[in-house]
């Protein structure tokens, strides 16, 4: 009788005990650290300026070698911050063709920590592959297609718009102003979605979520590209979900589409199509039916779709007015009366 009262006497205590443990596991599990990309997304642009060996770094881009750069911004007081990092090429057919390829800006563990951000240590910046007109136009639809996917689903990369100023030393004021974009890394990507990248060494895929794939196809057929391969992984990421028994694509370059319309992107020789601009419906699917939910959730997005790409700040009317076009003519097909017929046509 003596064990049992003191166990009864014990037990409010343990109890207590561990619903604190609980709550702080939970609390720990739940806790979501600010990121480098989240401190510099804050504002609708992002301005600063990159400096660094880019004569050097441009004669080696085929190593991809990191050189030291100074990142200069300004912080939410107004007051202009300056970071050491370092900078290096990334990308394989823009780094090939591009004066300028796209860059990885790479940031050092004790910056981050001291500053009390996530260890994601790089960033992907997207910047005009020439100085030529039309080229910033370009970076401004790649973007548009990043937020356009952002609009249909969460299990999509954020990419946030941004103004650089690329010198080749700290002194140098000769240089202009470019459009660019930053793009979130892709494990903190996997970590916002719950899960984390699918190991490489996993070569063969079984399986996929069928209902983020349904809406990635439909997707790239209306933004007309096809420069994308899952079973390859070529421009897509897989995360693996806790609980969810098959991985979430998540596409990114989206350069090759023919709503960007890029003169350098030609369609993969293995495909039927001529040119960037015809649109070719890569979807695997067996049950057609199952295409109904994402044609739905597009075109309840209708609008505001299009009112992104209205306010998409290009510099060439006409291309904006294309590019619209290009865009209604997809929403055509799915709400025509048959468009699930015309859709699976010309898949075959």
Known sequence: MKCLKALLLCLPVLLVTSCKSEQKKSKKETVYKQSMFDKLSNDDLLEFELSADFDSLILTKGEEKYY?????????????????????TRGKTRKNICDLPPLRLKFPKPLLKKSNLAKYKTLKLVTPCHDKSGYEDLIMKELLCYQ????????????????????????????????????????EMAKRLGGKLLDKSVKK???????????????QYMIGN?????????????????????????PYDFDYSGLVNAEYAIPHPDLPIKNIRERLFQWRGKDAKA??????????????????????????????????????????????????????????
């Open 291 to 348: 295409l109904k939910k994402p044609i739905a959730q597009l075109l309840e997005k209708k609008t505001k779709l299009l009112s992104l790409m209205e306010n998409c700040q290009l510099k060439d009317e006409k291309e904006k007015a294309s590019m619209i076009n290009y865009v209604k003519s997809f929403y055509e097909i799915i709400e025509s009366e048959n468009g699930l017929a015309i859709l699976i046509k010309k898949k075959e």
């Open 205 to 219: 895929i079984k399986t996929i979520d069928i209902d983020s794939y349904n809406l990635l196809v439909l997707f």
């Open 148 to 187: 356009m996917y952002q609009e249909l689903t969460d299990q999509s990369f954020r990419a946030h718009p941004a103004l650089v100023q690329i010198k080749q030393k700290e002194s140098d004021n000769s240089s202009s102003k470019k459009m660019a974009f930053l793009i979130e890394h892709e494990k």
């Open 226 to 250: 096809t420069d994308w391969n899952l079973s390859k992984r070529h421009n897509i990421k897989l995360v693996t979900v806790e609980g969810n028994s098959a991985p979430i694509p998540v």
């Open 68 to 88: 030291p750069a100074s990142f200069s911004f300004k912080d939410e007081k107004d007051s202009l911050v300056t970071k050491k990092i370092k900078v290096g």
